[in-house]
């Protein structure tokens, strides 16, 4: 029986999954294989190897928002910047030797002060009734 001018239902086809989908990823395992064909890297490309390597970028990106996250808390902010990146990635030992060199726009610098510009104070406590004669 044909209503408003369609035609009967189909039945309904199994929905498509995606390769990201189908592997438990949320990186896009088919942007990933394309990304690879296109870069002359080989003449052929596994999907295997674009599902690892989407798993290896989704891990990396995980591990560098959770360290900026704590660091955007640390700060009381709510959203997270660049420099909140640039600490998270520069206080990760692991993280600094994968990006060595790398410069994050608006980054700015790890904090440190040089022990002999700190006061007397704070470089330690001195002990107790030394006189500065006995020191010469």
Do not use: C, W
Request: net charge positive; proline share 5%.
């Amino acid at each position: 029986m044909i209503r408003n001018g369609k035609s009967p239902a189909k039945s309904a086809a199994p929905k498509r999954l995606t390769l990201a989908v189908r592997s438990g990823l949320q990186f896009p395992v088919g942007r990933v294989r394309s990304q690879l064909q296109r870069g002359n890297y080989a003449d052929r490309v596994m999907i295997g190897s674009a599902v690892f390597l989407s798993a290896v970028l989704e891990y990396l990106v995980a591990e560098v928002l959770e360290l900026a996250g704590n660091a955007a808390r640390d700060n009381r902010k709510q959203r997270i910047i660049p420099r909140h990146l640039q600490l998270a990635i520069r206080n990760d030992e692991e993280l600094t030797r994968l990006i060595p060199n790398v410069t994050i726009s608006e980054g700015g610098v790890l904090p440190f002060i040089h022990q002999e510009l700190l006061p007397e104070k704070s470089r330690g406590k001195k002990k107790a009734g030394s006189n500065h004669s006995e020191d010469l």
